[in-house]
Protein backbone atom coordinates (compact mmCIF):
# COMPACT_ATOMS: atom_id res chain seq x y z
CA UNK A 1 0.00 0.00 0.00
CA UNK A 2 1.62 3.23 -0.87
CA UNK A 3 2.70 5.47 2.03
CA UNK A 4 0.88 9.13 2.54
CA UNK A 5 2.60 11.64 4.35
CA UNK A 6 -0.46 13.92 5.57
CA UNK A 7 0.21 17.37 6.15
CA UNK A 8 -2.63 19.69 7.65
CA UNK A 9 -2.61 22.91 5.99
CA UNK A 10 -4.34 24.97 8.32
CA UNK A 11 -0.98 24.28 10.40
CA UNK A 12 1.65 23.84 8.08
CA UNK A 13 2.89 27.30 5.93
CA UNK A 14 2.71 26.22 1.91
CA UNK A 15 6.08 27.27 1.88
CA UNK A 16 7.06 24.45 4.14
CA UNK A 17 4.47 21.41 1.97
CA UNK A 18 5.85 23.74 -1.27
CA UNK A 19 9.63 22.19 -0.43
CA UNK A 20 8.52 18.67 -0.22
CA UNK A 21 6.71 18.70 -3.10
CA UNK A 22 9.93 20.19 -5.35
CA UNK A 23 11.92 17.23 -3.82
CA UNK A 24 12.87 14.78 -6.86
CA UNK A 25 10.52 12.21 -5.77
CA UNK A 26 8.23 13.71 -3.69
CA UNK A 27 6.40 11.37 -1.29
CA UNK A 28 2.97 10.81 -1.93
CA UNK A 29 0.75 13.34 0.68
CA UNK A 30 -2.90 14.45 1.48
CA UNK A 31 -3.41 17.89 1.77
CA UNK A 32 -5.99 17.22 4.69
CA UNK A 33 -7.11 21.26 6.00
CA UNK A 34 -7.78 19.25 9.18
CA UNK A 35 -10.42 16.66 7.88
CA UNK A 36 -7.89 13.90 7.73
CA UNK A 37 -9.98 11.07 7.78
CA UNK A 38 -12.52 12.43 5.09
CA UNK A 39 -10.15 12.78 2.86
CA UNK A 40 -7.72 9.60 3.31
CA UNK A 41 -10.41 7.34 3.00
CA UNK A 42 -11.37 8.25 -0.31
CA UNK A 43 -7.69 8.67 -1.50
CA UNK A 44 -7.12 5.26 -0.56
CA UNK A 45 -10.74 3.60 -2.37
CA UNK A 46 -9.30 5.16 -5.76
CA UNK A 47 -5.88 4.13 -5.09
CA UNK A 48 -5.99 2.41 -8.28
CA UNK A 49 -6.67 5.28 -10.43
CA UNK A 50 -4.98 8.20 -8.77
CA UNK A 51 -2.51 10.13 -10.73
CA UNK A 52 -3.51 8.28 -13.84
CA UNK A 53 -3.77 10.49 -16.66
CA UNK A 54 -6.87 10.14 -18.62
CA UNK A 55 -8.06 11.57 -21.93
CA UNK A 56 -11.20 12.77 -21.87
CA UNK A 57 -14.22 10.25 -22.84
CA UNK A 58 -16.39 11.30 -26.45
CA UNK A 59 -19.35 9.20 -26.19
CA UNK A 60 -20.76 11.16 -29.01
CA UNK A 61 -17.64 10.18 -31.60
CA UNK A 62 -16.83 6.59 -30.03
CA UNK A 63 -19.41 4.16 -28.72
CA UNK A 64 -18.09 3.08 -25.36
CA UNK A 65 -16.91 -0.46 -23.91
CA UNK A 66 -19.11 -2.45 -22.25
CA UNK A 67 -16.99 -2.61 -19.18
CA UNK A 68 -16.62 1.52 -19.18
CA UNK A 69 -20.93 1.21 -18.28
CA UNK A 70 -19.60 -1.72 -15.47
CA UNK A 71 -17.12 1.13 -13.83
CA UNK A 72 -20.19 3.99 -14.20
CA UNK A 73 -22.90 1.58 -12.44
CA UNK A 74 -20.49 1.13 -9.30
CA UNK A 75 -21.77 4.86 -8.74
CA UNK A 76 -24.48 4.42 -6.31
CA UNK A 77 -25.04 7.68 -5.37
CA UNK A 78 -25.60 8.84 -8.70
CA UNK A 79 -28.71 6.57 -9.18
CA UNK A 80 -30.06 7.37 -6.12
CA UNK A 81 -29.88 10.62 -6.82
CA UNK A 82 -31.38 10.39 -10.21
CA UNK A 83 -34.24 7.79 -8.87
CA UNK A 84 -35.22 11.04 -6.33
CA UNK A 85 -35.50 12.93 -9.34
CA UNK A 86 -37.04 10.75 -11.28
CA UNK A 87 -39.75 10.23 -8.86
CA UNK A 88 -40.21 14.16 -8.44
CA UNK A 89 -40.59 14.67 -12.01
CA UNK A 90 -43.15 11.64 -12.20
CA UNK A 91 -45.10 13.41 -9.80
CA UNK A 92 -46.93 15.94 -12.74
CA UNK A 93 -47.92 12.71 -14.06
CA UNK A 94 -45.90 12.12 -17.29
CA UNK A 95 -47.53 10.12 -19.92
CA UNK A 96 -44.54 9.58 -22.14
CA UNK A 97 -40.98 9.89 -20.93
CA UNK A 98 -37.66 9.23 -23.34
CA UNK A 99 -34.62 8.17 -21.63
CA UNK A 100 -31.62 9.52 -23.64
CA UNK A 101 -28.65 7.31 -23.98
CA UNK A 102 -29.61 4.59 -21.74
CA UNK A 103 -26.12 2.83 -21.88
CA UNK A 104 -27.04 -1.07 -20.61
CA UNK A 105 -30.15 0.88 -18.61
CA UNK A 106 -29.87 1.33 -15.43
CA UNK A 107 -32.11 5.00 -15.99
CA UNK A 108 -34.57 2.91 -17.70
CA UNK A 109 -34.71 0.32 -15.08
CA UNK A 110 -35.73 3.49 -12.27
CA UNK A 111 -38.38 4.84 -14.59
CA UNK A 112 -40.08 0.98 -15.14
CA UNK A 113 -40.41 0.58 -11.74
CA UNK A 114 -41.53 4.06 -11.40
CA UNK A 115 -43.85 5.03 -14.18
CA UNK A 116 -46.89 3.55 -15.92
CA UNK A 117 -46.04 6.08 -18.86
CA UNK A 118 -44.92 4.81 -22.12
CA UNK A 119 -41.48 5.11 -22.02
CA UNK A 120 -38.59 4.85 -24.81
CA UNK A 121 -34.84 4.63 -25.09
CA UNK A 122 -32.87 5.72 -27.78
CA UNK A 123 -29.35 4.95 -27.78
CA UNK A 124 -26.71 4.85 -30.68
CA UNK A 125 -24.24 2.86 -29.46
CA UNK A 126 -24.68 -1.08 -31.23
CA UNK A 127 -23.86 -3.06 -28.07
CA UNK A 128 -26.56 -1.14 -25.68
CA UNK A 129 -28.99 -1.84 -27.68
CA UNK A 130 -28.70 -5.42 -27.95
CA UNK A 131 -28.41 -5.67 -24.13
CA UNK A 132 -31.23 -3.48 -24.14
CA UNK A 133 -33.86 -5.68 -26.09
CA UNK A 134 -32.55 -8.50 -24.05
CA UNK A 135 -33.23 -6.58 -20.81
CA UNK A 136 -36.75 -5.49 -22.16
CA UNK A 137 -37.77 -9.05 -23.15
CA UNK A 138 -36.92 -10.20 -20.14
CA UNK A 139 -37.16 -7.93 -17.05
CA UNK A 140 -39.42 -5.12 -18.51
CA UNK A 141 -42.03 -7.18 -20.00
CA UNK A 142 -41.32 -5.58 -23.50
CA UNK A 143 -42.61 -2.18 -21.75
CA UNK A 144 -39.40 -0.70 -23.23
CA UNK A 145 -39.33 0.92 -26.92
CA UNK A 146 -35.75 0.71 -27.98
CA UNK A 147 -34.91 3.17 -30.56
CA UNK A 148 -30.96 2.69 -32.31
CA UNK A 149 -30.50 6.44 -33.29
CA UNK A 150 -28.96 9.71 -32.31
CA UNK A 151 -31.43 10.92 -29.74
CA UNK A 152 -30.99 14.19 -31.90
CA UNK A 153 -33.54 12.38 -34.29
CA UNK A 154 -35.94 12.06 -31.82
CA UNK A 155 -36.39 15.51 -30.49
CA UNK A 156 -40.55 15.64 -30.74
CA UNK A 157 -42.89 16.32 -27.62
CA UNK A 158 -42.36 13.91 -24.34
CA UNK A 159 -43.56 14.91 -21.32
CA UNK A 160 -39.87 14.42 -19.52
CA UNK A 161 -36.75 13.22 -20.85
CA UNK A 162 -34.26 11.63 -18.67
CA UNK A 163 -30.31 12.24 -19.45
CA UNK A 164 -26.74 11.52 -18.30
CA UNK A 165 -24.69 12.86 -21.07
CA UNK A 166 -22.22 14.82 -18.50
CA UNK A 167 -18.81 15.13 -18.26
CA UNK A 168 -16.59 16.12 -15.69
CA UNK A 169 -16.36 19.77 -16.66
CA UNK A 170 -19.99 19.29 -16.98
CA UNK A 171 -20.65 20.22 -20.41
CA UNK A 172 -17.37 18.09 -22.34
CA UNK A 173 -19.48 15.55 -23.26
CA UNK A 174 -21.43 17.58 -25.22
CA UNK A 175 -24.98 17.12 -23.26
CA UNK A 176 -25.86 20.73 -24.57
CA UNK A 177 -25.65 20.04 -28.12
CA UNK A 178 -27.97 16.84 -27.93
CA UNK A 179 -30.53 18.13 -25.06
CA UNK A 180 -30.94 21.87 -26.78
CA UNK A 181 -33.85 20.67 -28.96
CA UNK A 182 -35.81 18.99 -26.82
CA UNK A 183 -38.75 21.60 -25.45
CA UNK A 184 -40.08 18.51 -22.49
CA UNK A 185 -39.03 18.85 -19.08
CA UNK A 186 -35.58 17.35 -18.79
CA UNK A 187 -33.02 15.70 -16.37
CA UNK A 188 -30.92 17.18 -15.42
CA UNK A 189 -33.00 20.62 -15.63
CA UNK A 190 -29.64 22.62 -15.24
CA UNK A 191 -25.02 22.21 -15.02
CA UNK A 192 -22.65 24.48 -14.28
CA UNK A 193 -18.95 24.57 -15.13
CA UNK A 194 -16.14 25.80 -12.36
CA UNK A 195 -12.81 26.00 -12.23
CA UNK A 196 -10.38 26.37 -9.74
CA UNK A 197 -6.81 26.88 -9.72
CA UNK A 198 -4.08 24.01 -8.40
CA UNK A 199 -0.53 23.46 -8.18
CA UNK A 200 0.58 19.21 -8.46
CA UNK A 201 3.71 17.72 -9.07
CA UNK A 202 1.88 15.38 -10.82
CA UNK A 203 1.06 17.85 -14.16
CA UNK A 204 3.24 16.37 -16.59
CA UNK A 205 5.42 18.90 -17.70
CA UNK A 206 4.77 21.10 -20.88
CA UNK A 207 1.52 19.43 -21.71
CA UNK A 208 -0.91 21.36 -22.36
CA UNK A 209 -4.12 19.25 -23.11
CA UNK A 210 -7.18 18.89 -21.27
CA UNK A 211 -7.42 15.54 -19.63
CA UNK A 212 -8.85 13.85 -16.21
CA UNK A 213 -7.16 12.94 -13.26
CA UNK A 214 -7.65 12.91 -9.09
CA UNK A 215 -4.16 13.52 -8.11
CA UNK A 216 -3.14 11.85 -4.61
CA UNK A 217 -0.96 15.15 -4.29
CA UNK A 218 -2.38 18.87 -5.36
CA UNK A 219 -3.26 21.70 -3.02
CA UNK A 220 -5.77 24.25 -4.32
CA UNK A 221 -5.17 28.31 -4.69
CA UNK A 222 -9.08 29.20 -4.41
CA UNK A 223 -12.43 27.41 -3.73
CA UNK A 224 -13.98 26.41 -7.25
CA UNK A 225 -15.33 29.18 -9.32
CA UNK A 226 -18.38 29.53 -11.68
CA UNK A 227 -18.04 30.02 -15.08
CA UNK A 228 -21.16 29.11 -16.90
CA UNK A 229 -24.37 27.15 -16.76
CA UNK A 230 -26.52 25.10 -19.25
CA UNK A 231 -30.56 25.22 -18.46
CA UNK A 232 -33.03 22.61 -20.00
CA UNK A 233 -35.72 23.31 -21.58
CA UNK A 234 -33.71 25.88 -22.94
CA UNK A 235 -32.25 27.70 -26.10
CA UNK A 236 -28.77 27.53 -24.81
CA UNK A 237 -26.02 29.36 -26.17
CA UNK A 238 -23.33 27.50 -27.29
CA UNK A 239 -20.46 29.18 -26.88
CA UNK A 240 -19.73 30.05 -23.36
CA UNK A 241 -16.74 32.88 -21.92
CA UNK A 242 -16.04 33.07 -18.32
CA UNK A 243 -13.47 35.93 -16.56
CA UNK A 244 -12.26 34.89 -13.42
CA UNK A 245 -10.32 36.80 -10.74
CA UNK A 246 -8.41 35.00 -7.97
CA UNK A 247 -6.24 36.54 -5.05
CA UNK A 248 -3.21 34.24 -4.21
CA UNK A 249 -3.38 33.90 -0.52
CA UNK A 250 0.44 32.76 0.06
CA UNK A 251 3.58 33.14 -2.64
CA UNK A 252 2.77 29.61 -3.94
CA UNK A 253 3.05 27.74 -7.12
CA UNK A 254 0.52 27.12 -10.09
CA UNK A 255 0.54 24.51 -13.15
CA UNK A 256 -3.16 23.95 -13.88
CA UNK A 257 -6.68 24.73 -13.30
CA UNK A 258 -9.34 21.78 -12.35
CA UNK A 259 -12.50 21.62 -14.52
CA UNK A 260 -15.86 20.67 -12.38
CA UNK A 261 -19.25 20.59 -12.01
CA UNK A 262 -22.52 20.74 -9.95
CA UNK A 263 -26.13 19.92 -11.31
CA UNK A 264 -29.34 20.06 -11.01
CA UNK A 265 -31.18 16.92 -11.71
CA UNK A 266 -34.84 17.97 -10.38
CA UNK A 267 -36.06 20.94 -8.06
CA UNK A 268 -33.83 20.31 -5.06
CA UNK A 269 -32.13 16.98 -6.17
CA UNK A 270 -28.31 18.09 -7.36
CA UNK A 271 -24.74 15.57 -7.95
CA UNK A 272 -21.65 17.53 -8.18
CA UNK A 273 -17.93 16.08 -8.26
CA UNK A 274 -16.76 18.60 -6.32
CA UNK A 275 -15.54 16.44 -3.01
CA UNK A 276 -15.99 18.85 -0.87
CA UNK A 277 -19.73 18.69 -2.02
CA UNK A 278 -22.52 17.04 0.75
CA UNK A 279 -23.65 15.69 -2.92
CA UNK A 280 -20.61 14.48 -4.47
CA UNK A 281 -20.37 11.46 -6.69
CA UNK A 282 -17.46 9.68 -7.44
CA UNK A 283 -18.28 8.90 -10.96
CA UNK A 284 -16.22 12.12 -12.85
CA UNK A 285 -12.61 12.39 -11.93
CA UNK A 286 -12.00 16.55 -12.90
CA UNK A 287 -10.47 17.60 -15.51
CA UNK A 288 -7.41 19.29 -15.87
CA UNK A 289 -6.50 22.33 -17.76
CA UNK A 290 -2.60 23.04 -17.60
CA UNK A 291 -0.93 25.83 -17.18
CA UNK A 292 2.60 26.93 -17.45
CA UNK A 293 4.02 26.29 -13.98
CA UNK A 294 4.69 29.53 -11.95
CA UNK A 295 4.96 31.02 -8.72
CA UNK A 296 2.44 33.43 -7.76
CA UNK A 297 2.95 36.38 -5.35
CA UNK A 298 0.84 36.84 -2.13
CA UNK A 299 -2.25 38.79 -2.40
CA UNK A 300 -1.84 39.28 -5.65
CA UNK A 301 -4.79 39.74 -8.12
CA UNK A 302 -4.75 37.68 -11.23
CA UNK A 303 -7.09 36.72 -14.58
CA UNK A 304 -7.63 33.53 -15.77
CA UNK A 305 -10.24 33.50 -18.72
CA UNK A 306 -11.81 30.42 -19.94
CA UNK A 307 -13.98 29.97 -23.29
CA UNK A 308 -16.26 26.97 -24.51
CA UNK A 309 -16.12 27.11 -28.81
CA UNK A 310 -17.71 25.25 -31.07
CA UNK A 311 -17.99 24.74 -34.83
CA UNK A 312 -20.19 22.41 -36.96
CA UNK A 313 -18.17 19.78 -36.19
CA UNK A 314 -16.27 20.40 -32.93
CA UNK A 315 -16.58 21.72 -29.31
CA UNK A 316 -13.56 22.73 -27.48
CA UNK A 317 -12.02 24.94 -24.47
CA UNK A 318 -9.53 27.45 -24.93
CA UNK A 319 -8.01 29.19 -21.34
CA UNK A 320 -5.43 32.45 -21.43
CA UNK A 321 -3.45 32.37 -18.12
CA UNK A 322 -0.59 35.07 -17.56
CA UNK A 323 -0.88 36.34 -21.27
CA UNK A 324 -0.37 32.68 -23.28
CA UNK A 325 -3.59 31.16 -24.72
CA UNK A 326 -3.84 27.21 -24.68
CA UNK A 327 -5.56 25.12 -27.37
CA UNK A 328 -6.29 27.64 -29.87
CA UNK A 329 -8.88 27.01 -31.99
CA UNK A 330 -8.58 23.62 -30.19
CA UNK A 331 -5.34 22.54 -31.57
CA UNK A 332 -4.48 20.35 -28.99
CA UNK A 333 -7.99 19.47 -28.22
CA UNK A 334 -11.60 19.26 -29.76
CA UNK A 335 -14.47 17.04 -28.86
CA UNK A 336 -15.92 15.83 -32.30
CA UNK A 337 -20.22 16.38 -32.62
CA UNK A 338 -20.71 13.53 -34.95
C1 LIG B 1 -22.27 8.64 -19.76
S1 LIG B 1 -23.12 7.36 -20.59
C2 LIG B 1 -24.42 7.07 -19.41
C3 LIG B 1 -25.13 5.77 -19.64
C4 LIG B 1 -26.26 5.45 -18.67
N1 LIG B 1 -27.29 6.46 -18.72
C5 LIG B 1 -25.73 5.28 -17.26
O1 LIG B 1 -26.05 6.09 -16.39
O2 LIG B 1 -25.02 4.29 -17.02
C6 LIG B 1 -23.90 8.26 -21.87
C7 LIG B 1 -24.63 7.38 -22.87
O3 LIG B 1 -25.25 8.23 -23.81
C8 LIG B 1 -25.08 7.68 -25.12
N2 LIG B 1 -25.17 8.83 -26.03
C9 LIG B 1 -24.36 9.90 -26.08
N3 LIG B 1 -24.78 10.75 -27.01
C10 LIG B 1 -25.89 10.21 -27.57
C11 LIG B 1 -26.77 10.62 -28.59
N4 LIG B 1 -26.60 11.77 -29.23
N5 LIG B 1 -27.82 9.84 -28.89
C12 LIG B 1 -28.03 8.67 -28.24
N6 LIG B 1 -27.22 8.22 -27.28
C13 LIG B 1 -26.15 8.97 -26.94
C14 LIG B 1 -23.73 7.03 -25.09
O4 LIG B 1 -23.60 6.03 -26.09
C15 LIG B 1 -23.75 6.44 -23.68
O5 LIG B 1 -24.34 5.17 -23.70
Known amino acids: MAHYLEIDTQTVPPDEYIKVFSMPSPPSIVLTNGRTDHGLTRLLQCAEYCDSIIDPLQPLRDNLELSVYAQFEKDTKKYSQYEKAIKLAL ?125 SVFYSITNPMPC ?39 QNVTISNQQETSDYVPSWFPMIFPVEKTRLEKKKEYVVEIERKASSENVWYEWKFLGKRYNQNGQSHSIKKH
Open 228 to 266: WTFRHPNNNSMQKKAVLKFVAMYEEYINAFEGTFSAVLF
Open 91 to 215: KSTAKSVLVAGPGRGPLLQIVVEMSSAKITGVEKNPQCIDILKERNAHEWQDRVEIVHKDAREVCGKWDLVVSEMLGSFGCNELSPEVLDGFSSTVIPQSYTSYIRPIYSPMVPLQYYVPFLAHF
